[in-house]
């Protein structure tokens, strides 16, 4: 019609952005000045060091300056942030945790999204929704084997666009994101449709740094998880698809080769199926 609402990445910035602020852990940085002092001197010290070595002009250090101003505008430092660096924090942040693995969050999981008890629940989705129907099916347990029931599995994808809802407009609140509680036994059941791959905005500051360093825009595509169990450790992971684009070259380096599903077709010919345990290490 012309008058439909277009994702941009202003908008989906200025979501990620408040979703960040809103979230307990952001406000409540309280940082030890010696640390603060090492960290920003060493991250100085290698900036000064790239200036000499690369004799870095005038015109890039402008072009640095109103390319980091516009990222904030954009609202995109949560996207900029999770693409680039996350990766390495969540590498150092789980190295010695045992039990499955995890990667990074991104900048798209909300909180309490509608909860399915009983070990099994379908992700509110449109009528319509596009996509190849995907059962997604598993146990969770602890480091010793033992099920652990009542544990919740949170998951959070992008649709057949690779449009995450609550980010691009025109998209149902909750759409593609729910919370499976495990039955007795630990066992889930989680009944989507297969997302499809996501890119980057081209039309925002991100967008503008990968066209400017020849760069692609892509990352894998993928489900969002977040696991997790009294007592036990949270596990925030992704999982991707055996043969899927960019599994091989994600923009946000996320990809573990224990984190990739590889789908069955259902015997009715209604979609594909995987199953996909977790074990969550203790606290
Ligand atoms: C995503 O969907 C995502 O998962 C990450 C990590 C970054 C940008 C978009
Ligand atoms: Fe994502």
Redesign the pocket.
Known sequence: TGTEEQATAAASGAAATERFRSKERAGAVDVDTARVNTLVTELLTAAHDIVRRHQVTYAEYDALKAWLIQVGADGEWP?FL??WL?HVVEEVANDDRLGSKGT?E???YVPDSPRFTGGEGALPMRADEGGTPLLFQGRVTDVDGAALAGAEVEMWH?DDDGL?SQFAPNLPQWNLRGTVVTDAQGCFRIHTVQPAP?Q?PTDGSCGRLIAAAGWHAW?PA?L?LKVSAPGRQRVTT?LYFKGGSHVADDV?S?VKPELILDPTPTADGSGSEVTYDFVLDRV
């Open positions: 996207l999770d693409v996350e990074i991104g900048p798209y992008a995450y996501y980057i990352r993928h969002h992704q946000a996320a």
